[in-house]
């Protein structure tokens, strides 16, 4: 079955550092990979999305790799500050409408002064 | 700006209580969808719907039902709750597009069953 994988364990960064957080995926082959940030007590809301085709994309602070060979996506922060401790979530994506859209668990960010 | 509701963000029910979950979008959106989501195991797909009046089973739809009976409305039923469905409902919806669409999410209904 297809099977999404987070770093399960928080990540603790110091803010200015840069924090990279990985999503292996297995059984699956997505056409593209969206992530989310979530804050507690409230719904996911929509970072990026990459495509199969792309290597990396960027977005201000951010940048998200996609490597369908090692079947992994790299998300990262750049200078990282204390309101970027959230939860992040990777979503493999097919490339139909009809493909539901399978959430990783996340993982946890904290930033540290 | 794009806007998911629902209906509560905190809802305390009774085991065997018949519960209703509402979900609105603004966004004239065909799909939609319902998620639990539980520590440990990240968000899990409960049933989505691609049009009026259809729906489809995701991942853990036992125990619940859903009905949409205009595009702007998803609605999830719990007709017996039982203390195992305590968790926090998420509704997103999406355009039809494509795999591109991204979801839009509500701010949650964290629903504890005594």
């Known amino acids: 079955s297809q099977k999404i994988e987070q770093n399960s364990e928080a990540l603790n960064i110091q803010e200015g550092k840069t924090a990279t957080l990985t999503c292996n995926y297995t059984n699956y082959s997505p056409a593209y990979l969206q992530w989310y940030r979530q804050d507690p007590g409230r719904g996911p809301v929509f970072l990026l999305l990459?495509?199969?085709?792309?290597k990396e994309k960027r977005k201000e602070r951010l940048k998200v790799t996609f490597d369908t060979t090692l079947k992994q996506s790299l998300f990262h922060i750049t200078a990282s500050q204390p309101a970027d401790s959230a939860t992040y979530l990777c979503a493999p994506r097919g490339y139909s409408s009809a493909s539901k859209i399978i959430f990783g668990s996340g993982t946890r960010l904290s930033i540290r002064p | 700006d794009v806007k998911v509701t629902q209906s509560s963000r905190y809802l305390v029910k009774r085991t065997g209580e018949k519960v209703f979950l509402e979900c609105v979008q603004d966004m004239d959106h065909e799909n939609m969808f319902w998620y639990r989501q539980d520590p440990g195991l990240g968000l899990r797909l409960i049933y989505f719907s691609y049009d009026v009046k259809m729906k489809e089973k995701g991942d853990i739809p036992e125990g619940y039902s859903v009905s949409r009976e205009k595009k702007e409305r998803f609605s999830l039923i719990l007709e017996s709750a039982s203390t195992n469905q305590t968790s926090m409902y998420l509704c997103?919806?999406?355009?039809?597009?494509?795999?591109?669409?991204?979801?839009?999410f509500g701010p949650g209904t964290r629903l504890t069953v005594l």
């Open positions: 990459i495509r199969e085709n792309e």
């Open positions: 997103a919806s999406t355009n039809r597009a494509s795999g591109q669409n991204t979801q839009y």
